[in-house]
């Protein structure tokens, strides 16, 4: 892990929804990636947030909404990101603060990639992982 950066740890090329997409078109793209996760991007390709499935689920179907009138910019939450050559404590270490299990990486202000827990698992250390995830699952 010594002088890894948030590049040698992500999965490259995350494909962006655009944020004027419906809610249903992002579900689909989940479904047809077999992700649970989009980065939100605006027509200049910067990122405007991220959608999970769970918010999908939650706010929007659950309030009785419709997920074809709803768009990923309505959802767009968690503008967490790591520059692509931080190391991979600070991206770690972003994860943590924030509760969050995806990371977008970023290069020149565009979006490179991302940080998921299969990555993680992939890469670190057994100990190192179960800090993660106990920090990450913990209530407190």
Request: glycine share 6%; aromatic share 2%.
């Amino acid at each position: 892990m010594a002088n890894e950066t948030a590049r040698d740890l992500m999965s490259a090329g995350a494909t962006c929804i655009e944020a004027h997409e419906t809610l249903d078109r992002a579900a689909q793209m989940m479904r047809d990636m077999n992700v649970g996760a989009l980065p939100i991007c605006g027509p200049d390709d910067r990122l405007k947030g991220i959608i999970t499935d769970r918010d999908i689920v939650l706010k929007c179907v659950a309030e009785g909404r419709d997920p074809a009138a709803m768009t990923a910019s309505d959802l767009a939450t968690g503008l967490v990101w790591v520059d692509a050559d931080a190391s991979v404590e600070d991206a770690l270490a972003k994860m943590e603060t924030n509760q969050i299990r995806r990371l977008p990486v970023i290069e020149d202000g565009r979006i490179i990639g991302m940080i998921t827990e299969a990555d993680l698992a992939r890469h670190l250390p057994d100990e190192r992982l179960s800090k993660f995830v106990h920090s990450i699952y913990s209530p407190f």
